[in-house]
């Protein structure tokens, strides 16, 4: 499918605008900073994307302010007592002082963290991203082979990175999906969920009625889920820095 993205400004909100082979033209507003996209039909220009933007201005800024009041998690120290979430589940943290291998386990409602003497907090952090990171690329494995095998398709690649504005991204020419860091905080089934959107976008590029339809076939309460992923505390707000 062919494609066009660039950006333009409408007063003071920035639209991400993707042209593509689609007969209408869809315009959405994304977690977790209320990113402004529009995808728009080949023939359809600029002039034409800001008027249906600014028509709908009043919509986007509710959306946008929603996802502003939307709780957010404080700077993590990474010190025993603090709160860390992992697969939707609130564990404190407790920070053991050991020579060896850093590691993490979970012990009842705490997560521990073994690391040498002397540690400091951004070493306290690596380790912990670490462990997320393999975390979550466990069970992205299963669920990428599981939904591509549902939809008929060759598992595709997939990596983990952090990202600001985005849950997770599919590259349809490389075959490949990118899923947020962040997720693995989240309850299982938004992490699946994503997995299904994103897989599905190998079929569908957009989200108009095809990749819409897609989703209710594979996952009729995908709408449920997203709403309960777009209720989740949001990490803090300088994280990806």
Avoid at 23 to 46: E, I, S
Avoid at 80 to 107: D, K, M, N, Q, W
């Amino acid at each position: 499918m062919n494609t066009d993205a660039h950006s333009i400004s409408v007063g003071e909100i920035d639209v991400e605008v993707v042209r593509k082979q689609i007969k209408n033209l869809h315009l959405g507003v994304y977690p977790p900073h209320g990113r402004v996209r529009v995808a728009a039909p080949l023939t359809v220009n600029d002039d034409a994307v800001r008027l249906a933007v600014i028509t709908r201005l009043g919509w986007i800024k509710r959306q946008q302010a929603k996802f502003a009041a939307q709780a957010r998690q404080s700077a993590r120290s990474y010190v025993s007592g603090e709160t860390h979430f992992h697969l939707g589940v609130a564990y404190r943290l407790r920070v053991l002082r050991r020579y060896g291998a850093p590691r993490i386990c979970i012990a009842g409602d705490r997560l521990e963290l073994i690391v040498p003497p002397g540690s400091d907090r951004d070493y306290r952090e690596r380790v912990v991203q670490r462990w997320q990171r393999s975390e979550l690329r466990e069970r992205a494995h299963a669920l990428v082979t599981s939904w591509a095998e549902a939809m008929a398709l060759s598992p595709p690649a997939f990596g983990i990175k952090r990202m600001r504005t985005k849950w997770g991204s599919c590259n349809t020419a490389a075959k490949r999906i990118w899923l947020n860091l962040e997720l693995v905080k989240k309850p299982p089934a938004c992490i699946d969920y994503l997995v299904c959107h994103e897989v599905a976008h190998l079929i569908e590029p957009s989200h108009g009625e095809r990749f819409i339809a897609l989703m209710d076939r594979h996952m009729p309460r995908w709408r449920v889920v997203r709403a309960e992923l777009n209720r989740e505390p949001l990490g803090h707000e300088e994280w990806d820095h």
